[in-house]
């Protein structure tokens, strides 16, 4: 993270505040990459480093436009980290038990509701009966002394691995990292069967050093904070939070995890994300797109671009860029698109001439290309997302539109060079 830190324009913010304070001031400076000094604790508070899809191509050494090309190259070409046997967080241990308030040492905030919570926290477990790790975000409400409630979202990896654990009437041994470099952030947001998230960090920086915990998992060398510690079989309320949408969540019972140690670096930087945010939003969204491209061009063989787009919480609307070849090719590419992400509620297939990052261009798209009588298509009662407070139990209309100009006589359709 530091490394990164000193590669883009950082700003520091311009007083001191209280802990209580930083969400807000967060929100005010429009998530620019900030770091706040808190009256709390006497290292700096760093938030807003992926909050653009510039600043995520930054973090891969990347031009925007590359970015579903390059993670999908990486994916298909994974990197083996390398273990070595120090580390900088090592150099300060706190023996944790059931005594001990966390929140002197750990920076737990109130975003919403009274609750206090870890947002950057990347979650690291070995996965069962494979010889991999797992990595993955998870919030984790503050409950008291050394426990978290943490939320761990049904039918994904982490859930897998606990759900194993209980199965076998044993905890589930993880270990947590904050401030880590954005690489190894955005590869903790991506998903695959039986992919290592950190061997995909690794690919992405050229080479990752890692260091092996008593507890047997191995972490990134270069984490400013590392949580040891243990999700049991106990459970607690936790919530409410604040969804990628902006919207509040539900509270519901989530396992408590219990910490054993707690591991930082001399004068560290810890690292916070704003939920419901940009950086939320690029994080969530940026690790789908190369999926659905692959899915979609499956279908569609000339599709040239996908982005989930920051006014639809960069999950729920999608813009699919094609050269079209056939009529019908963007109708294709609409089922399609709905079926690689099957939280999406709406996508608009464009031509190539379009800009997708573009929100105006593409609104300039529907309103001079689109006949709603024949270019939406409408499949009511879908599956949808959770996140969607429209649907009903996850149950939505999805939809799509194609605008995209004819392929004949369609000179009245291009806008005038000068």
Avoid at 229 to 242: C, L, N, Y
Avoid at 295 to 306: C, G, Y
Wanted: glycine share 4%; hydrophobic share 40%; with cysteine.
């Amino acid at each position: 993270m530091r490394d990164f830190i000193e590669k883009i324009k950082i700003f520091t913010h311009k007083e001191k505040i209280s802990i209580s304070q930083l969400a807000k001031n967060i929100k005010l400076n429009n998530e620019l990459p900030t770091k706040f000094i808190v009256n709390e604790y006497d290292f700096p508070i760093v938030s807003g480093l992926v909050g653009s899809r510039d600043l995520i191509a930054s973090a891969l050494n990347i031009k925007k436009d590359e970015i579903i090309r390059f993670i999908t190259k990486k994916v298909e070409k994974l990197k083996k980290y390398s273990i070595v046997n120090n580390a900088p967080f090592l150099a300060n241990k706190i023996d944790v038990d059931s005594e001990t308030e966390l929140e002197k040492y750990v920076p737990l905030i109130d975003f919403y509701g009274g609750k206090k919570y870890t947002t950057s926290s990347v979650v690291i477990v070995k996965y069962p009966e494979e010889n991999r790790q797992n990595s993955s975000f998870h919030r984790m409400m503050y409950h008291e002394n050394n426990k978290f409630t943490i939320r761990i979202v049904a039918q994904r990896h982490l859930d897998y691995a606990y759900s194993t654990a209980v199965k076998n009437d044993e905890d589930l041994n993880v270990a947590i990292v904050f401030g880590v470099h954005p690489a190894i952030e955005i590869s903790a947001a991506y998903s695959a069967p039986q992919l290592d998230e950190l061997e995909l960090a690794s690919s992405f920086l050229g080479g990752l050093d890692v260091c092996k915990l008593p507890n047997g998992i191995f972490v990134p060398c270069d984490s400013e904070f590392v949580i040891e510690g243990r999700i049991t079989r106990k459970t607690a309320e936790e919530g409410p939070f604040i969804d990628l949408t902006g919207t509040a969540d539900d509270v519901r019972q989530q396992p408590i995890l219990e910490v054993d140690k707690l591991y930082f670096r001399d004068e560290p930087i810890f690292r916070t994300i704003l939920p419901g945010g940009n950086e939320h939003r690029m994080l969530m969204g940026i690790p789908q797109e190369p999926r659905m491209f692959k899915i979609i061009s499956n279908t569609i063989s000339t599709v040239k671009n996908v982005i989930l787009t920051p006014g639809g919480n960069c999950w729920l609307h999608a813009v699919v860029q094609i050269q079209k070849k056939t009529e019908g090719d963007a109708k294709n590419a609409i089922i399609a698109a709905l079926s690689a992400h099957p939280s999406l509620k709406r996508v608009v297939v464009v031509d190539d001439d379009i800009d997708i990052f573009d929100p105006n261009d593409v609104e300039w798209a529907i309103s001079t290309r689109v006949q709603a009588d024949e270019d939406l298509i409408i499949i009511p009662n879908c599956k949808g997302s959770s996140l969607d407070p429209s649907a009903r139990d996850s149950i939505t209309c999805k939809w799509g539109i194609d605008a995209t100009k004819p392929l004949q006589d369609n000179e009245g359709y291009n806008k005038v060079k000068f």
